[in-house]
């Protein structure tokens, strides 16, 4: 591992003071502070993100990376992160201590320097893995910029140092605060929050910590750094509250929490793991009994939805070797053809996870991986980690076989299936389906459809309708639960080859935004426990084979009022029960107000409809985001699979949220 950088130069705080040194480089080191705190605050964006509750998360990443990179070190072991009542978190790690000594260009103590001078972090650390996060141990100063207030205090050498500043300013030089055995670095910030006292903050006003937000990413990193010790303590309720997440197992507990909710093929995930010219390979997967493919992949702890080489890496590796093992042993007949990678991959969780000195991220979120050595790389061990496996467990090896043969056999009659489900043209009208009520206009983004609950509600919703931009396809009762089928069953339900037709766009592997005919897709179901259970089948079947409608904000539900209150010649609307008695209230509770409760979409006229749902000018609608694919996964396994024990807990813990559907996905 590499030594610390300052080490040769280290000097402690009273040092500092007599050193004429410093007081010759401080100039030029405030120029620099200055410059980079102003380009921070003037674009915040281009190094956080955003300044909304996403970018104030962002902040928290960026220093518990700090902490983590300490971990991947070897010196760390446990990172606490705290949130405060009075608005500010703090990281505390039991690593080295950021190094105090003068920096020998700065004149001042790394510290300082790294947590006031843009880019400093990443020059003089050492070459050890500087892993975490997207900013490469840059984002201190970053996040400093961005608080009113920062605290950091560092343990080491017996003596406890600190340093607080103002909006990236120092308030005052390191100094020595007391003695103490420990080792580590504290960081405590508060964030610059936008308000009416304060105008002049870079964050939304308004804007929070969420537990629930950082408990996911603090999870999720604690899983791709297995013994690393991650608490996360919420001290603002009247009861505070902690979390450990720690994991000896790493990405192997990660695809056991995966498939927490499903049935699984072995009991313990395959797992390989190993390290070629610096790159640091750690793949965990599992089948399971849904049809779905549930494939991560991490560069440096990071996400990368976008795939790339590692992705390829494993996907190759896969294929090969389990068609491999099929033909030396027959598994797969001879006049029989390989297996694809599609069929590979159906039922398979897995987590894949590399770590590697200089990433290069592409695409169009930036979160692909592009470095084209780290192909090969993955695909060597992983070969050779999974042959090894299928040869020394043939139970297990056949089991996945048959299980890929399986979706050989499906795949072939989906596409079968598939094939007549496909619109020909787009012109084609024909073949567009019969329950359809389409509207006039061809441009996508002018375009909604609603599918609706129900022949009578369908009735009502295509007469008070805009027929311009308005299509209407109505369904008939439940719609097929695909979380429990194969695609090739999926393909033969009339309600759910009504909507792929009408939405234009295919599929799966065939999926085309660009051929997509409405950029609003509407779920107008009654709002009542049977519509939010439609609804839900609904936004499973987009999640599973569509999710790039849920992930563009294209998925809408309709927010049809609970009630109508008559009042004399006046009419309202009322779209829930605060509302009703706001209303009343209002109306005053004497008089007599008539209120009809809407049992059903069926129960409006045309008219009503059309001003209280569909009504652009006039309307609410909800629209359903695809914040964490993780999550979303889990509660659809958990309220469309087969276990019914945590089902029927969630949905008790959960009540309210599923008859209302008010499910943030
Ligand atoms: C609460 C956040 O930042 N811990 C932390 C940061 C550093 C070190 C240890 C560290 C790194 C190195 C040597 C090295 C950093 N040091 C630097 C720099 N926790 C937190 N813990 N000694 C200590 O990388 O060689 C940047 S981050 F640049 F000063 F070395």
Request: glycine share 10%; net charge negative.
């Amino acid at each position: 591992m590499t030594e610390n950088g300052t080490g040769s130069e280290k000097l402690n705080a009273e040092a500092l003071a007599e050193n004429p040194a410093v007081d010759a480089a401080y100039d030029e080191n405030q120029i620099q502070v200055l410059e980079g705190l102003e380009a921070v605050r003037k674009r915040p964006g281009m190094y956080i993100g955003s300044t909304d509750a996403r970018g104030l998360h962002h902040c928290v990443y960026e220093i518990v990376d700090n902490a983590i990179d300490e971990a991947l070190a070897g010196y760390c072991t446990e990172i606490l992160i705290t949130l405060h009542k009075d608005g500010s978190v703090s990281v505390k790690d039991n690593g080295r201590g950021f190094p105090v000594g003068i920096h020998p260009k700065m004149g001042r103590p790394a510290v300082e320097v790294c947590l006031t001078v843009l880019h400093a972090g990443g020059k003089f650390g050492g070459q050890g893995y500087k892993v975490s996060g997207g900013l490469h141990g840059v984002g201190a100063s970053v996040v400093n910029a961005l608080s009113r207030h920062l605290r950091v205090e560092v343990r080491q050498d017996g003596k406890v140092y600190e340093q607080e500043y103002n909006i990236g300013k120092i308030e005052y030089d390191l100094r020595v605060i007391g003695e103490t055995q420990e080792t580590g670095t504290t960081v405590r910030f508060w964030p610059d929050i936008r308000s009416e006292e304060n105008p002049g903050g870079v964050f939304d006003p308004g804007i929070d910590f969420s537990y629930d937000v950082l408990k996911v990413r603090i999870r999720e990193m604690a899983f791709l750094n297995k013994g690393v010790k991650l608490v996360l303590r919420d001290e603002r309720p009247e009861e505070p509250f902690e979390r450990v997440f720690h994991y000896e197992g790493g990405i192997r507990e990660f695809v056991k929490y995966l498939n927490k909710n499903k049935e699984v093929l072995f009991p313990e995930p395959i797992y390989v793991e190993g390290v070629k010219n610096g790159v640091m390979v750690e793949v965990a997967m599992q089948y399971n009994d849904s049809y779905t493919e549930n494939i991560y992949a991490f560069a440096n702890n990071i996400h990368t939805p976008e795939g790339g080489t590692h992705l390829m890496g494993f996907q190759s590796a896969l294929t090969r070797a389990i068609n491999d093992y099929g033909r030396r042993y027959k598994i797969i007949k001879e006049a029989d053809a390989n297996l694809k990678g599609e069929d590979t991959r159906e039922s398979l969780a897995a987590v894949i996870s590399v770590k590697m000195p200089e990433p290069q991220f592409e695409g169009q979120t930036k979160s692909k991986l592009g470095n084209s050595e780290v192909r090969p790389i993955v695909d060597g061990l992983v070969s050779e980690g999974l042959s090894t496996f299928l040869e020394e467990n043939p139970a297990v090896a056949r089991g996945i076989l048959d299980r890929c043969l399986g979706a050989a056999r499906a795949r072939e009659a989906a596409r079968k299936a598939r094939d007549l489900t496909r619109r020909k043209s787009v012109l084609e009208s024909a073949s567009l389906p019969g329950k359809l009520a389409d509207c006039a206009e061809r441009d996508p983004a002018k375009c909604e459809i609603f599918i609706v609950e129900g022949d009578s509600a369908g009735g009502s919703a295509k007469m008070g309708r805009d027929r311009h931009t308005q299509a209407i396809l109505p369904l008939r009762g439940k719609i097929l639960n695909v979380e429990k089928t194969r695609l090739d069953k999926i393909l033969l339900n009339q309600e759910i080859k009504n909507m792929i037709t009408a939405f234009g766009c295919g599929i799966g592997q065939e999926f085309n935004l660009e051929k997509l005919r409405y950029h609003r897709i509407v779920c107008m179901t009654d709002a009542d426990v049977d519509g939010a259970h439609i609804r839900i089948l609904m936004l499973t079947f987009f999640y599973r084979y569509m999710p790039e409608l849920i992930k563009q904000g294209y998925v809408y539900s309709a927010m049809p009022p609970l009630y109508k209150v008559t009042k004399g010649k006046q009419e309202y609307y009322v779209y829930n029960d605060e509302e009703l008695q706001a209303l009343l209230d209002r109306l005053g509770r004497d008089t007599k107000a008539d209120i009809q409760r809407y049992k059903g979409l069926g129960e409006m006229s045309s008219e009503q409809l059309w001003q209280t749902t569909m009504n652009p000018e006039t309307r609410t609608m909800k629209r359903f985001e695809l914040s964490d694919a993780i999550a979303a996964d889990e509660i659809f396994t958990l309220l469309m699979g087969d276990k019914v024990e945590p089902r029927r807990e969630f949905i008790e813990q959960n009540a309210k949220l599923v008859a209302e559907t008010d499910l943030d996905l």
